[in-house]
C-alpha cells in the first residue's frame, strides 16, 4: 500500500512479526470484534451486536480487549485514523471518513514498512536513477522530471494489498485491516513509461525493481525495508506514475514525498514511497515483499490455517472488486419514526470497473439496484448512491456489494485463505438502529 505511512508490505516474517493478532489488533476486526461492539454501545446506548451470519469465527469466539481502538496523532493528519501498528507506523481510515469524491491527505491511509526518513531538505535535487536493462542508464532530479517530461494529475484508488485482512478466519498474519486500507487522492507527476522510454528499455526487460530511502527497521542500511516490482506490461501503463503532488500540494513526507510511485489498481506495497531508484530485471524481482507468501494468494484453495506451500502461489496484482458505506456511519441512530435512508459509498475494483452496486436492508434477502457514477479517469473509484426504505423502527444491517466489469461480485465473507490475508474483499455492512 502504499499510501499507507510505512510498512508497505513486506515478506512473511516482516509482515507478521511486529504485528501479532491479539490484543488492538484482534479488537479491530471492524464491529464484528469487541472494540466495535463497544464502540457502537457507546453511540448507541447499549450493545449492538451485529447478527452471527458470517461473523468470523475468531470474532465471534474472541475476547473483548481492555481498549478500544487507538486513535492516530500524527501532524497534518484527522485523529479519526485508527493505529494499527506503530513500528513501523500503520492506521487506517474508517470508511465514514472516505465519504469524499477525492480523499483529503489528512484522511488518507498510511502504511509504511521501515522507518520514515527525514523530510528532504532540498526537494528539486531529489535524485531516481533508472538502470539495469536499459540502453541509457538514466539518474534525474525532482526538477529535472518536472522540466523534460509531461505532467498529468490523474484521481486513482490506492490500496493496501492486506486491505480487508481482519475478516478471514483463522486470522491471516499482519496488521488487521477492515476496509480503510484505502484511499483515492489526485496525484500529480509523470507516466513512468515516459521515463523508460528514454532510458530505452532492452528487449530482455521483464520486470521492476523498486528501491526507496526508508531504513530498515533493524537500522541495517544493506537490508531494504520494502522493494517491490511490476511486469513490464503495468510499468508501461500510462497510468502508472511517478508522483511529486497530492491533492495539489507537494506530496508530504508521511506519503513518500517528495517523490514515490503510483501503481494503480495493484497493492499499493508496489507504488514504492521515497522512491531512489528503478532497477529493469530481466526476471520476476525477487526482493523484499515478493516472495514466499508476501503479496500472494493461493493458486489451488489452501485449507484455512495451513502453513501452505510457496510453488502454491502467484504475486497478487490486480486488486479484487470492493464497496464501501461511507454514509451513515456504522453505528448511526436515527430518530422514531424514520422511514428511508439515504446512503452513500464508493467502489472500485482495481484494473476494472464497476458494473453495479447493490444494497440490502434484510441481510442479503432481497437487493436494490444503486445509482453508480463514471469514473473521473481510469483507476478512480465510483462513487453511488440509495435510498432505502425501512418497514419500522429498530435495529437494521445494510449491506453492500459491488459487481466488477467482468461480473465477478463481492462475496459475502472473505474467502480462499491465505497466510498472509490478501484478497479478502467481503461485503460492507454497518448497523443503525432507529428509534
Same mark, same amino acid.
Given at each position: 500500500m502504499a499510501q499507507e505511512t510505512g510498512r508497505q508490505g513486506a515478506d512473511l516474517s516482516r509482515d507478521g512479526a511486529t504485528q501479532t493478532v491479539a490484543s488492538v489488533d484482534r479488537g479491530r476486526r471492524g464491529f464484528l470484534g469487541g472494540s466495535g461492539l463497544a464502540a457502537i454501545g457507546a453511540v448507541i446506548g447499549s450493545g449492538?451486536?451485529?447478527?452471527? %451470519?458470517?461473523?468470523? @469465527?475468531?470474532? /465471534?469466539?474472541? #475476547?473483548?480487549? &481492555?481498549?478500544?481502538?487507538?486513535?492516530?496523532?500524527?501532524?497534518?493528519?484527522?485523529?479519526?485514523?485508527?493505529?494499527?501498528?506503530?513500528?513501523?507506523?500503520v492506521a487506517e481510515t474508517p470508511?465514514?471518513?472516505?465519504?469524499?469524491?477525492?480523499?483529503?491527505?489528512?484522511?488518507?491511509?498510511i502504511r509504511n514498512n521501515g522507518q520514515i526518513p527525514e523530510p528532504a531538505k532540498d526537494p528539486e535535487a531529489w535524485k531516481i536513477v533508472i538502470d539495469g536493462e536499459v540502453n541509457n542508464r538514466l539518474e534525474l532530479s525532482l526538477g529535472e522530471l518536472k522540466s523534460k517530461y509531461r505532467i498529468a494529475t490523474r484521481r486513482m484508488v490506492l490500496e493496501c494489498g492486506g486491505n480487508g485482512r481482519s475478516a478471514f478466519s483463522p486470522p491471516a498474519?499482519?496488521?488487521?485491516? %477492515?476496509?480503510?486500507? @484505502?484511499?483515492? /487522492?489526485?496525484? #500529480?507527476?509523470? &507516466?513512468?513509461?515516459?521515463?523508460?522510454?528514454?532510458?530505452?528499455?532492452?528487449?530482455s526487460a521483464k520486470y521492476t525493481a523498486h528501491y526507496a530511502a526508508d531504513l530498515h527497521l533493524s537500522g541495517d542500511?544493506?537490508?531494504?525495508?520494502?522493494?517491490?516490482?511490476?511486469?513490464?506490461?503495468?510499468?508501461?501503463?500510462?497510468?502508472?506514475?511517478?508522483?511529486?503532488?497530492?491533492?495539489?500540494?507537494p506530496l508530504p513526507n508521511i506519503h513518500g514525498g517528495p517523490v514515490r510511485l503510483v501503481v494503480p489498481g495493484w497493492p499499493g506495497s508496489a507504488s514504492q514511497k521515497w522512491l531512489t531508484r528503478i532497477n529493469i530485471r530481466d526476471k520476476?524481482?525477487?526482493?523484499?515483499?515478493?516472495?514466499?507468501?508476501?503479496?500472494?494468494?493461493?493458486?489451488?484453495?489452501?485449507?484455512?490455517?495451513?502453513?501452505?506451500?510457496?510453488?502454491?502461489?502467484r504475486i497478487l496484482e490486480s486488486m479484487p472488486v470492493r464497496s464501501l458505506i461511507t454514509n451513515p456511519a456504522n453505528g448511526a441512530k436515527f430518530s422514531a419514526g424514520t422511514k428511508e435512508l439515504k446512503l452513500r459509498g464508493a467502489a472500485w475494483a482495481g484494473d476494472l470497473?464497476?458494473?453495479?452496486?447493490?444494497?440490502?436492508?434484510?441481510?442479503?434477502?432481497?437487493?436494490?439496484?444503486?445509482g453508480l457514477s463514471k469514473p473521473k479517469n481510469k483507476y478512480d473509484w465510483q462513487r453511488w448512491t440509495a435510498t432505502v426504505?425501512?418497514?419500522?423502527?429498530?435495529?437494521?444491517?445494510?449491506?453492500?456489494?459491488?459487481?466488477?466489469?467482468?461480473?465477478?461480485?463481492?462475496?459475502?465473507?472473505?474467502?480462499?485463505?491465505?497466510?498472509?490475508?490478501?484478497?479478502?474483499?467481503?461485503?460492507?455492512?454497518?448497523?443503525?438502529?432507529?428509534?
Open positions: 449492538m451486536p451485529f447478527s452471527d %451470519t458470517l461473523v468470523p @469465527a475468531a470474532s /465471534a469466539q474472541g #475476547t473483548a480487549p &481492555a481498549k478500544g481502538p487507538q486513535h492516530l496523532k500524527y501532524p497534518g493528519k484527522n485523529e479519526g485514523l485508527v493505529v494499527l501498528g506503530e513500528r513501523p507506523l470508511e465514514s471518513l472516505l465519504d469524499d469524491d477525492t480523499t483529503p491527505t489528512e484522511k488518507f491511509y498474519r499482519g496488521n488487521q485491516w %477492515t476496509n480503510g486500507g @484505502a484511499g483515492c /487522492a489526485e496525484w #500529480t507527476g509523470i &507516466a513512468l513509461a515516459d521515463v523508460l522510454k528514454a532510458a530505452g528499455l532492452k528487449s542500511a544493506s537490508k531494504p525495508s520494502l522493494s517491490r516490482g511490476v511486469r513490464i506490461e503495468k510499468a508501461m501503463d500510462p497510468y502508472t506514475m511517478i508522483v511529486w503532488g497530492m491533492n495539489g500540494e520476476e524481482h525477487d526482493g523484499a515483499g515478493m516472495t514466499e507468501f508476501s503479496y500472494r494468494v493461493a493458486i489451488k484453495p489452501m485449507v484455512p490455517g495451513e502453513k501452505g506451500d510457496p510453488k502454491n502461489f470497473t464497476v458494473k453495479a452496486v447493490d444494497v440490502s436492508t434484510d441481510f442479503g434477502a432481497t437487493w436494490h439496484k444503486a426504505k425501512l418497514p419500522s423502527d429498530g435495529y437494521f444491517e445494510i449491506w453492500t456489494r459491488a459487481t466488477d466489469s467482468k461480473g465477478v461480485m463481492q462475496p459475502h465473507q472473505a474467502g480462499f485463505w491465505n497466510p498472509q490475508g490478501y484478497g479478502g474483499n467481503a461485503m460492507h455492512r454497518i448497523a443503525v438502529l432507529v428509534g
